[in-house]
């Protein structure tokens, strides 16, 4: 017979399976192109998009440049040392997984590992419940079974952790059923529930609501071993009309320090409906150290997928401030009769204030007139950011069609009513032409200021006439009013 080893391996879905690809050489490629050991046909993979290099008994993962990054448990990186349990994204921290773990090959050939769940889930299979003569195996097993739990930390999913709870308690109790429920807005729900036989349990409607009730109430473990002799329990209708035989009932709890109040992130429910549980002393201290370790668990994947969402939110948001900027980043037309400055920086990364100015001409190529419009979409972040552009884009299109000012704060007005996107707008529009002219309306925004001459002779006007703001009243009409600016006026 020969001893098994093991051999670190890149593990991946593909539509006819689960596939892998054994790194049993000084360096893997991957990428796009043919010519890589592991190729990835999405578009958004580079041809050569990154190495698994091999030093010694260490395993590298290094990006080759790509466009679009590599990435290590959600982080992009540039190099990284990989372990066990860990998983890689090209291209996309939303693109396929693949897992890096350990592989077992011995006389049989080679017996696929793909998570930490399975060398979990493989110590299970040896794992037998303790009897009482011998109680301090069963406690040195724990101890090695909690041992590789602890691998799951390294990136295990959560349904691989309720898995393995449930798989090892039901061997432990030896119960015909278990649940998982996990706590969300304040409820319970299912998150996963499996038969002794390894099958799965779609619903939970023929459980024991009050022994779930019993236990978050109570803050504790509720455990029944047989109804029949508990004459409270043997009273309930759920455990009558269900028959149910022997119940337990753990709540999984984060770990606090102490004098924090604890916080509860699911529960264990087991149960049987031929036979009554026949747990010893040792059981419960396992079962209840298992389900301890479980939520310990539980609760890290939790805060990892939270940061995951934090980071992405963060990302996309990034993404959304540099689209943002390139849209309000306008190139101001130069002009011989006037001279045009602005600038616009949001309160947030990106805002709902804008500019915009669009020079028009005749059909002889004669200077017309100048548009200019200054707006402020109500509220901060996204939301106003998204309506901003499409206000930009709206006024911009109209001016260059040569709308009048009433007819174009008019179809704003209509289309933020009859869209109904919760917001307005307060905004300025002008019209200079060379001549001096100025046509101007203002939709309730701050009253623009026209400044006569220089120096001590400076003299200010504001351009009191107002409209209603667009986008609050589908009703609302809207006038422009005509002014006349001198030569070295400005308006702001």
Excluded at 73 to 82: C, D, K, P, S
Excluded at 265 to 274: I, K, T
Excluded at 483 to 491: L, N, Q, R
Aim: net charge negative; aromatic share 6%; charged share 20%.
């Amino acid at each position: 017979m020969s001893v098994a080893t093991y051999v670190p391996a890149l593990s991946y879905a593909t539509p006819d399976g689960e596939s892998r690809i054994l790194l049993d050489r000084p360096s893997t490629t991957i990428g796009r192109s043919p010519t890589q050991d592991l190729v990835l046909p999405e578009s958004f993979v580079s041809r050569q998009h990154a190495l698994i290099s091999r030093e010694g008994h260490t395993y590298e993962l290094i990006d080759q440049n790509s466009t679009h990054g590599t990435y290590l448990n959600g982080a992009r990186i540039q190099r990284a040392a990989l372990n066990p349990g860990d998983t890689i994204q090209c291209g996309s921290p939303n693109a396929p997984k693949l897992r890096f773990h350990l592989q077992r090959t011995g006389e049989s050939g080679i017996s696929f590992l793909p998570t930490p769940v399975s060398d979990l889930l493989s110590t299970l299979s040896n794992f037998q419940p303790p009897d009482d003569a011998t109680p301090a195996g069963p406690l040195e097993q724990l101890n090695f079974l909690l041992s590789a739990a602890r691998q799951l930390n390294a990136g295990g999913a959560i349904d691989d952790i309720l898995r393995a709870l449930l798989q090892l308690t039901l061997k432990l109790t030896g119960v015909e059923r278990g649940f998982v429920f996990l706590r969300k807005d304040g409820e319970m729900h299912l998150a996963l529930g499996l038969h002794a036989n390894g099958d799965p349990v779609e619903e939970d409607a023929t459980v024991s609501r009050r022994a779930i009730a019993r236990a978050i109430e109570s803050e504790s473990n509720f455990l029944i071993s047989d109804t029949m002799t508990d004459h409270s329990a043997s009273a309930w209708a759920s455990v009558m009309v269900n028959k149910i035989r022997s119940i337990y009932c753990l709540p999984l709890r984060k770990r606090t320090a102490p004098g924090e109040p604890d916080h509860l992130l699911g529960l264990l429910y087991l149960d049987s409906q031929l036979k009554p549980g026949n747990l010893s002393e040792v059981d419960h201290q396992l079962l209840d150290a298992v389900a301890t370790e479980a939520a310990a668990l539980l609760h890290n994947v939790l805060l990892a997928d939270a940061e995951n969402f934090a980071r992405k939110a963060r990302e996309e948001l990034a993404i959304a401030a540099q689209i943002h900027t390139s849209l309000m980043s306008i190139k101001l037309p130069v002009l011989p009769y006037a001279v045009l400055k602005g600038r616009s920086k949001p309160c947030h990364d990106i805002g709902g204030d804008f500019y915009d100015a669009v020079a028009l001409t005749s059909a002889s190529g004669e200077h017309d007139c100048v548009c200019v419009t200054m707006a402020d979409v109500s509220g901060k972040g996204v939301s106003a950011a998204i309506v901003a552009a499409t206000l930009q884009g709206i006024i911009h299109a109209l001016m260059l069609t040569r709308q009048s000012l009433p007819e174009i704060a008019a179809l704003l007005n209509q289309f933020l009513c009859t869209r109904q996107v919760g917001k307005y707008a307060t905004m300025v529009m002008l019209k200079l032409y060379p001549d001096g002219r100025l046509e101007y309306l203002n939709c309730g925004h701050i009253q623009p200021v026209l400044v006569h001459g220089e120096g001590p002779t400076r003299q200010l006007r504001r351009l009191e006439d107002s409209n209603l703001v667009v986008g609050l009243i589908d009703t609302a009409t809207y006038d422009s009013t005509f002014s006349t600016s001198a030569p070295t006026s400005a308006s702001s």
